[in-house]
């Protein structure tokens, strides 16, 4: 079989979607076979509870979307770098493209199978898709990285972005299909337990769901979108983080509907852009900087005293919402009610735990890795290390949320806190009653527990603590990788 005719392997990852897929638009252009593949491999295999499992839903839904164009989705488990060389000699396959990732593991398993499948004379390599612009393609003056995000924002804001293709309605399919493995005996959300019946409402699954919920956003919500997105109450944002995260809608179709709202003079659309160049941002230093995925980004922080202990009793009401602060224990029900959490609540229940309670970030980047349905570990990473003051923030460490006042200012008549925390309503509405029925069982909490009358730590007991520790430690001179 010659390479022009040789079939070519579309490397599933990140890229659940026909619409505006590079990697798949050039394997159909190519003329040749098609043969989508999703490999349950090393790196994913490693994911936590609610990623992993939202991934198989994700997953099922793009395998309905090849039948429907009459291809269809092969699934194999093991390790990425043997299955899809063992796949390419039995398939006969010339070629395998995949969607570009970023992160350290990533990279490393990436690296290993490009290796494998050139060293046997196959086309094999990754192309953009996952970010607005490679991570490499946008330098300083000085030919460096960029560490803070606003001369990074100057330095993109006016890129010429590549408008979304359409969806792919047809592929060219092989005259014979390999084997697959059926989904449903991988058991991907074995770990969310009783959870999933509790999150499973509050997704928006699949690339038809994420376009309309784009439609909806850029035609109406943006223009208000610079204040109601600190309003946790109220659907004041896109909702497209989950989306956008297992890559069901891309992120140019969303950069071009901020621009279309940009013109027709929309006040919120150019915060929007922001943030989602915020995202590009979070990758940009990943990439970089590895290290911001699990070790602080400042190197100077290594010293400072956090607790690094979760068993620790201050941790425990954390995860659980039982802190005595409404604003982070709205947040933290929330999470479980949802698998989501409102940005402005991450900033709140961030801040708490790493400043208040004086615990490492590491410990809430784990929990959120194991508990969001969006979790993206370039965004986690970054939103955790700024929450912190170990990050790239021209900010100093001094920023500390008064979860109090912020309550005050953003949830001023208490909708989100009503929403989510039981026990303080004597008619609880549905999303707080559904938490008890979504957290283990060990934890045997009740809505009808009183509610702490006294905060696992004062706000301003502990912001004083924790500005004291920051002024008595001796850091070294580095402020930076």
Not at 246 to 263: D, F, K, M, Q, V
Not at 351 to 376: A, N, P, Q
Request: net charge neutral.
């Amino acid at each position: 079989m010659t390479d022009e005719s040789s079939p070519v392997i579309w490397w599933v990852r990140r890229d659940l979607r026909l619409t505006d897929n590079p990697v798949l638009h050039r394997a159909a252009d190519s003329g040749r076979p098609v043969i989508p593949v999703f490999v349950l491999d090393e790196v994913i295999e490693s994911h936590g509870a609610a990623p992993k499992w939202r991934l198989g839903l994700g997953i099922r839904h793009l395998a309905e979307r090849l039948e429907a164009i009459g291809s269809r989705l092969i699934l194999r488990r093991g390790t990425a770098q043997t299955v899809l060389d063992a796949l390419a000699a039995e398939t006969g396959a010339g070629a395998v493209w995949w969607t570009r990732a970023y992160d350290p593991p990533s990279i490393e398993r990436d690296e290993g199978v490009k290796s494998t499948l050139t060293g046997r004379g196959i086309d094999a390599g990754s192309m953009p898709g996952h970010v607005l612009f490679e991570p490499w393609t946008v330098e300083t003056k000085q030919g460096g990285y960029y560490k803070v995000f606003t001369p990074y924002w100057r330095a993109v804001k006016d890129r010429d972005v590549p408008h979304p293709t359409s969806a792919r309605t047809a592929l060219r399919t092989p005259q014979t299909w390999p084997d697959s493995d059926r989904i449903e005996d991988w058991n991907m959300g074995a770990a969310m337990d009783r959870g999933a019946v509790v999150v499973r409402p509050w997704l928006t699954l699949g690339e038809e769901a994420a376009q309309a919920r784009l439609t909806a956003f850029a035609d109406g919500r943006i223009g208000a979108y610079g204040r109601a997105r600190d309003l946790p109450g109220i659907e004041g944002t896109s909702g497209l983080s989950e989306s956008l995260t297992y890559g069901e809608i891309s992120i140019r179709a969303c950069w071009h509907a901020g621009l279309r709202a940009a013109s027709r003079g929309e006040a919120g659309a150019e915060t929007w852009l922001q943030e989602l160049a915020w995202r590009d941002f979070a990758y940009h230093l990943l990439y970089h900087t590895p290290h911001l995925l699990t070790e602080n980004w400042r190197r100077e922080w290594d010293s400072f005293p956090w607790n690094e202990d979760e068993r620790v009793a201050e941790v425990t009401a954390w995860k659980r919402g039982r802190t005595g602060i409404r604003f982070v224990d709205a947040a933290m029900r929330e999470l479980y009610v949802t698998g989501r959490m409102h940005n402005r609540s991450r900033m709140i229940a961030a801040s708490y735990l790493t400043k208040h309670l004086m615990s490492h970030w590491r410990i809430g980047s784990r929990w959120f890795e194991d508990t969001l349905v969006d979790w993206d570990p370039a965004s986690n990473a970054l939103g955790w290390q700024w929450a912190s003051g170990s990050g790239p923030d021209a900010a100093p460490y001094f920023r500390v949320f008064n979860p109090v006042t912020q309550l005050d200012k953003f949830d001023k008549d208490r909708t989100y806190v009503t929403r989510f925390i039981a026990e303080l309503s004597d008619d609880p509405p549905g999303p707080a009653r559904a938490f008890f029925d979504a957290i283990p069982r060990s934890w045997q909490m009740s809505p009808d527990d009183p509610y702490p009358e006294k905060p696992v730590v004062d706000p301003k007991e502990g912001r004083e603590r924790a500005l004291n520790a920051y002024k008595n430690r001796e850091f070294p001179a580095t402020t930076h990788p």
